[in-house]
């Protein structure tokens, strides 16, 4: 393979392809009518609303040409990305001329009257967005929001090994935290088991009204960046389009035989080590090709490119007339034929079926998937002799399941977290698989450091990088698991919702084959902060994921090891789902054995019989929980009040699905009216205690009949360096604020109970007391069981 630079020839077919992509998203912006040109622009032709972005498509649409000549010459198996949020039009205009859009859409057909429509429903009520949305053939990266191509495009690239990931970012995504962090992601791409990643940085020098930064810093500074990075950059700079077409074709060819140098030197060799991966850093006008001026003040290469240029065209005659120079320029009698269709020998350049990154099926990974060879997670179960009784990690064996899933699906399973596996108890996953490592290695490493070049434990203190590469893997058709700490997962709130939007997206979407959940466990949880402290305590994680569609999220709150497992096998085998577990990692009881877990997960909420006195008769008092603290403190309360008040029916109700409290009509996990009503009763008090923030729970019940005696104790900001049982009495989610809440709800108590609410005020005090002098729980209180 050699790489020979463009003939003349080739330049001008190049550029003359690379023309009608940029009138396809220049008419995206602007036309209603007449798309050919073949008669005079009118007012009314023009587009109603313009919502378009031009400034990114031109440069956009050069990338994606150029390596589409390069899929031709070696027949590379390749995607693409596109970064800049609002340059769909760079990216549609391609797919369209390589013919996805119109197979896909048979109404955008390759013609005159197919190319009405695709111009109509651009940025239009009813069609499809400025982004590179789930609609997009070949895409698997929006960029609603910034900052997240390099490292989808990694995760897609992870496990593929002869898949090439091409990623243009932007110049202001190139701003945002998490793409500077995404360029590490080279420390973990082994050049044997894995593809590549071509990453585009596109500096076209402005963002919407504000020069970008790494346009204005000097060549040698932005190629030392790069280079401290661990990435060798190419440099593609200039406005001419015909001497660019030369320097990118050299460049990319470049980076494409350097890639394949690096991949067949590691694969001989059978050594992987980290290469200096190449990357292409293009500096293009903003808004190349569009009008250098409009009103006296410059356009292209400045931030007035960045969205319409000419915003007046169905007022201003003389914005009319220069959008029709402007349009003509392209010369579209030249690229298309008389039926609208474009030139056979244009026709001819774009690859041949799957080769098509718009019809590559890594973009639409749910065709690749494969499901996982799963263990029978019953046999990592704990064994429940008598519920409330025995103690363990409650993430322990769930490290255990998640080996031996990682042992049989060693090509499409990883596991995620910033480096924390060791501390959630999930570290027996090491036994089969290091985490991955290609930086340097220090010899102390192998004594504990677990790193291995061919791990599939994917750690790095960077939740936005570890997400992005978790959301491209499973987009590509693969599967993962994800955990954090539960007061930094909001680190990763705005990536949790952009791609819930997106699965939601998708399932209107018929041609988009399901892909695996994102599954997600959030462990070290805000009750157990004994040395953390305030930083460490916030559950609201639950509250933004209520938040997104019913269609696409879940929310689970096992209590102990055995929901756990239950509940983390069924979400692993799911797709097209957020499922978010919430579970404490350290040493917790234990209330159901394996075959009871299994009914309870089923169900999602339920009595549990053995803590319930009410058998047959109407209950006084609901104690309901979600949650492993909140439940044993509400089962320590229920007890008190049996104790205390012998004749008193109480109901304990526990909850793991959280959304069976919503209405069924809300989400197809919710109860229905009736169904709540036997579980809660009509007319009887509610004592809900609850893990995260207690108004969750009345928004999500606001709408039940009973939902006047709901009373909801939860975490309330209250906290800072607390034992377990301490910071639950503080936010009044401990068992004698429960019990002093029963006396206050059930009417029979509210005087008869006097005595027992001073009882428990002393309680309180008591606790207090000994935890501020010894520094841990009162060991009567800590070491509670289930008595009966």
Request: glycine fraction near 8%; hydrophobic fraction near 40%.
């Amino acid at each position: 393979m050699t790489n020979m630079p463009l003939s003349m020839q080739e330049t001008e077919v190049l550029n003359t392809y690379w023309r009608a992509c940029n009138y396809l998203a220049a008419g995206m912006i602007y036309l209603r009518d007449n798309p050919l040109l073949k008669q005079p622009l009118k007012p009314e032709h023009i587009k109603q609303r313009l919502l378009g972005h031009w400034g990114a498509s031109p440069g956009l649409s050069f990338s994606y040409i150029h390596l589409n000549r390069l899929i031709n010459k070696y027949d590379l198996n390749a995607i693409f990305l596109a970064g800049p949020g609002h340059g769909a039009p760079g990216v549609l205009a391609p797919v369209y001329l390589e013919g996805t859009y119109s197979e896909i859409y048979p109404n955008k057909s390759e013609d005159e009257e197919g190319l009405l429509n695709f111009f109509k429903e651009f940025s239009f009520p009813g069609g499809i967005g400025s982004h590179c949305t789930p609609e997009t053939p070949g895409s698997i990266h929006e960029g609603g929001e910034l900052g997240y191509s390099i490292s989808h495009a990694f995760g897609a690239a992870y496990d593929n090994p002869d898949l090439l990931v091409a990623v243009v970012v932007g110049d202001g995504e190139s701003e945002t935290a998490p793409l500077a962090t995404s360029w590490h992601s080279n420390k973990f791409l082994n050049p044997i088991r894995d593809g590549a990643v071509l990453p585009i940085l596109h500096l076209n020098g402005y963002k919407i009204n504000n020069p970008s930064i790494l346009s204005r810093i000097s060549h040698e500074e932005l190629e030392n960046l790069f280079k401290g990075y661990g990435w060798q950059p190419f440099f593609v700079e200039g406005s001419d389009p015909m001497e660019m077409h030369g320097k990118m074709a050299e460049a990319m060819e470049a980076c494409v035989l350097e890639i394949r140098r690096i991949q067949d030197q590691a694969r001989d060799s059978g050594k992987a080590a980290r290469p200096r991966w190449p990357m292409i850093v293009l500096r293009s006008p903003k808004g190349w090709t569009g009008p250098r001026e409009v009103d006296g003040h410059k356009v292209e290469g400045f931030w007035r490119s960045h969205q319409v240029p000419l915003s007046g065209v169905r007022e201003n005659p003389a914005h009319l007339a220069q959008l029709e120079a402007w349009l003509r320029s392209y010369r579209p009698d030249e690229l298309f034929d008389a039926n609208g269709s474009l030139m056979p020998e244009l026709k001819a350049l774009a690859p041949q079926g799957q080769r098509r990154m718009s019809a590559n099926l890594h973009a639409n990974g749910g065709r690749l998937r494969k499901a996982l060879c799963m263990p029978d997670f019953r046999d990592y179960r704990i064994e429940v002799a008598k519920p409330g009784t025995a103690i363990a990690e409650n993430t322990r064996p769930l490290g255990k399941f998640l080996r031996d899933i990682m042992q049989e699906n060693m090509q499409n399973f990883r596991v995620f977290g910033p480096d924390e596996n060791t501390s959630n108890k999930l570290d027996d996953i090491y036994q089969v698989s290091k985490k991955t490592w290609l930086a340097d290695y220090l010899p102390e490493d192998a004594d504990g450091g677990q790193l291995a070049v061919d791990g599939r434990v994917m750690e790095m203190l960077s939740e936005h990088t570890l997400e992005g590469w978790l959301e491209g893997y499973l987009l590509s058709g693969r599967h993962g698991f994800f955990s954090t700490y539960e007061a930094f997962v909001h680190v990763i709130d705005s990536m949790f919702n952009q791609h819930a939007k997106w699965l939601e997206m998708s399932k209107a979407v018929p041609w988009r084959a399901p892909i695996s959940s994102l599954n997600l466990l959030i462990t070290s949880t805000v009750w157990r902060q004994d040395h953390n402290g305030f930083t460490h305590q916030d559950p609201g994680f639950l509250d933004v994921v209520v938040n997104k569609s019913p269609a696409v999220t879940r929310i689970y709150l096992p209590p102990d090891v055995n929901t756990l497992l239950a509940v983390s096998d069924h979400c692993l085998q799911s797709t097209d789902y957020i499922n978010v577990i919430v579970c404490d990692k350290q040493k917790h009881l234990q209330f159901l054995d394996m075959d009871a877990a299994i009914k309870h997960c089923t169900k999602g909420i339920g009595i549990w019989e053995w803590a319930s006195n009410d058998n047959g008769v109407e209950p006084d008092l609901v104690m309901a929980c979600a949650g492993d603290i909140p439940t044993k403190e509400a089962l320590a309360a229920t007890v008190m009040l049996r104790e205390y008040f012998p004749d008193l029916k109480v109901r304990f109700v526990n909850v793991v699905d959280l959304y069976k409290l919503t209405p069924a009509a809300e989400h197809p996990h919710g109860l229905s009216d009736n169904d709540f009503d036997s579980l809660f009763t009509l007319n009887k008090p509610i004592l809900f205690n609850f893990h995260g923030y207690p108004w969750l729970i009345h928004r999500l019940a606001y709408r039940r009949n009973n939902h006047k005696n709901l009373h909801v104790r939860g975490y309330k900001e209250k906290g800072s360096i607390n034992t377990p049982l301490e910071l639950a009495i503080q936010n009044e989610i401990d068992r004698f604020s429960l019990v002093i809440d029963a006396i206050d709800r059930v009417p029979a108590l509210k005087v008869a109970g006097a005595h027992v609410k001073e009882k428990m005020r002393d309680m309180q005090i008591e606790c207090r007391n000994y935890a501020y002098e010894y520094g841990a729980d009162l060991p009567a209180a800590d070491s509670w069981v289930w008595p009966y």
